[in-house]
């Protein structure tokens, strides 16, 4: 069983940024891949990025240029860099752990955190 446990969430107008974080009970090296989905309001969830173990990184198009996602290995945790940030991405952002099919070149989630509300006003 692997906990995950969000931070970062904050309110903050259109343009700025913010940098969330995720800390894991387990070592982050040891899983196979980590990422970051998001909910809006009314929306389903969707897939903002990935990371897989060795570092390839993917993202969704509405948020490549503008968002990275890394990994500190040595404190157990994943961040979601956010710049340039728009209405559009208010949502509630949820860390995920899981494994990564390269047959399929899909992520699966298996474990999730809580979620943090990242509100960007216009």
């Known amino acids: 069983q692997v906990q995950l446990v969000e931070s970062g969430g904050d309110l903050v107008q259109a343009g700025g940024s913010l940098r969330l974080s995720c800390a894991a009970s387990?070592?982050?090296?040891?899983?196979?891949?980590m990422g970051w989905y998001r909910q809006a309001p009314g929306k389903q969830r969707e897939l903002v990025a990935h990371?897989?173990?060795?570092?390839?990184?993917n993202y969704v198009a509405a948020v490549k240029g503008r968002f990275t996602i890394s990994r500190d290995d040595a404190k157990n945790t994943l961040y979601l860099q956010m710049n340039s940030l728009k209405p559009e991405d208010t949502a509630v952002y949820y860390c995920?752990?899981?494994?990564?099919?390269?047959?399929?070149?899909?992520?699966?989630?298996?474990?999730w955190g809580q979620g943090t509300q990242v509100t960007v006003s216009s």
């Open positions: 387990t070592s982050t090296a040891s899983l196979n891949a």
């Open positions: 990371i897989l173990n060795r570092g390839n990184t």
């Open positions: 995920s752990a899981g494994d990564y099919s390269i047959y399929r070149t899909t992520y699966y989630p298996n474990y």
